[in-house]
């Protein structure tokens, strides 16, 4: 007998799961992936792995067969992602009412599992406007600069510049002459508008010429720095992006100074599969440190292509969910589903779901199942699957509460900061000039008593702006914007078993 899969991993259920579990799993995922209903990608494709898994995992000759084999391909190792839910209570009271749970998703790889670094397929894509002009466009091309030098072999690094039209400065190639590079490098200048269609385009183009599109052979990524807002073809940009997310090849941009659209920039990475890939730099001396920071990020990619689904009960809504590791921002189901980006060896993605739980009778109940799936290079082309599900006991005792976990309240207390943070531009957006000035104080004595002193004081400057000019500076607003995205859970306040 010939098998092909893990359908373990395609069921999404671990290797000692019973018969039950084998059902349970097989009816979630025939209902989800069924070709006259489903509106995913590849349903087909999925349904009939899911079917050729459950018919061999539920006949138990054929899955003593299957699992002797799986065990001579090497399959029965650790699983490379794991997946850990922390409910912000164990035991929930039977109120008869709707109530209010916290979820904490994390998501980490797995130690036991090897790691190494992928080849890079890296497009830099640098605005030379004439705004560019000086310190910024020098420190830009330092940048551009030592990552050209950090690039071996086997990476393919291409470069574009642009302004109101778009050059090719260094084309992408393995092997790249590093003299030539730097000297291609060395000759840009500033001038002319900002159009970051026209780079974007270039840029994409080229990191798709050598992009192949084989799951885990390579790492392909796009970096977008521009210091300018760019007229008329905004709508291009976010086409462009979804077209690069559909490609798996996320887009990092970075804006520096304080005349940039943040919010376009923020989509264009949120489409482009890059949830929180948008960075603030707020001074020409930080160009190279967050380029560094950025390419080691990469360098160190574990898995790619990270999505999170979840399944909720017949009784469980979602009211809203955040990435809050390893930046701060807000997460956009659609059929049940978000992309995470990649995930780093040792910096873990983390997730909270803000849950309505409907009225359940006294015992333990199955509220949700939470199902990823990413593509790690180093097992394997086929995409790696990790299910967890939450089960939580119901009591009529109204007083039986348990503490909420230090994870739960850690996240949550920057969270809240972060949605104070957002809460305060819409009332800016509508004229609600008071609420935010109060709101704004209000930010800064929370980030004061995390230790945030420069965070703090820019929300109290801005606070004392807005209430006489009724306006925020670009600066100040784009500071208070990403600084409390950035108040994160480090994977050291994440608690590990």
């Excluded at 799961?17 to 059902?23: L, R």
């Excluded at 560019?132 to 030098?149: T, V």
């Amino acid at each position: 007998m010939e098998f092909r899969h893990d359908y373990y991993a395609i069921l999404g259920i671990p290797p000692h799961a019973n018969e039950q579990a084998i059902k349970q799993a097989y009816r979630q995922l025939a209902r989800r992936f069924h070709p006259d209903t489903s509106s995913e990608e590849q349903a087909v494709e999925r349904f009939r792995e899911v079917q050729e898994a459950y018919e061999v995992l539920i006949d138990p000759q054929q899955r003593e067969v299957y699992d002797h084999w799986r065990r001579q391909q090497g399959w029965d190792r650790p699983p490379p992602l794991i997946v850990r839910l922390t409910p912000s209570q164990r035991i929930l009271p039977c109120l008869g009412e709707p109530q209010l749970l916290y979820l904490l998703i994390e998501l980490s790889a797995s130690e036991q599992v090897e790691s190494r670094r992928l080849p890079l397929n890296l497009g830099l894509i640098l605005d030379h406007s004439t705004s560019m002009k000086g310190a910024r466009l020098q420190q830009a091309k330092e940048a551009a600069q030592y990552i050209l030098e950090q690039m071996g072999p086997e990476d393919v690094l291409s470069l574009v510049a642009f302004s109101d039209h778009a050059s090719l400065i260094l084309p992408g190639r393995r092997g790249v002459d590093k003299a030539a590079a730097r000297s291609a490098i060395n000759s840009i200048r500033a001038g002319g508008g900002t159009e970051i269609l026209q780079g974007l385009k270039l840029g994409l183009e080229e990191v798709e010429r050598w992009h192949t599109g084989a799951p885990g052979g390579q790492i392909s990524h796009l970096i977008l720095l521009t210091d300018g807002q760019t007229y008329g073809d905004e709508a291009g940009c976010l086409e462009l992006a979804r077209y690069a997310g559909q490609k798996q090849i996320p887009i990092t941009t970075m804006g520096i100074g304080s005349d940039w659209n943040e919010k376009l920039l923020d989509q264009v990475a949120t489409l482009s599969g890059s949830p929180g890939g948008s960075f603030y730099i707020d001074s020409s001396a930080r160009i190279a440190q967050v380029f560094h920071e950025r390419l080691q990020a990469l360098g160190s990619t574990f898995a790619h292509s990270v999505s999170l689904s979840v399944h909720l009960g017949e009784r469980v809504s979602l009211k809203e969910a955040f990435l809050v590791s390893p930046q701060i921002s807000q997460l956009q189901f659609t059929d049940d589903r978000v992309l995470l980006g990649s995930l780093e060896r040792h910096r873990p993605q983390a997730v909270m779901l803000e849950l309505l739980i409907g009225s359940y009778g006294p015992g333990s109940h199955r509220l949700l199942q939470v199902a990823v799936e990413a593509q790690v290079p180093t097992v394997g082309s086929q995409p790696v699957r990790a299910r967890q599900e939450l089960t939580l006991t119901f009591s009529s005792d109204l007083d039986r509460r348990d503490s909420v976990p230090a994870d739960i309240v850690t996240a949550m207390g920057k969270l809240v900061i972060f949605k104070m943070q957002e809460r305060a531009m819409a009332e800016i957006e509508v004229g609600q000039i008071e609420a935010a000035v109060d709101r704004l104080k209000t930010l800064a004595t929370r980030l004061l008593n995390l230790g945030e002193t420069e965070l703090a004081r820019a929300a109290l400057l801005e606070a004392g702006r807005l209430a006489h000019t009724g306006t925020l500076s670009s600066e100040g607003r784009k500071k208070i914007q990403y600084g409390t995205r950035g108040l994160s859970i480090l994977p050291k306040e994440v608690h590990r078993d």
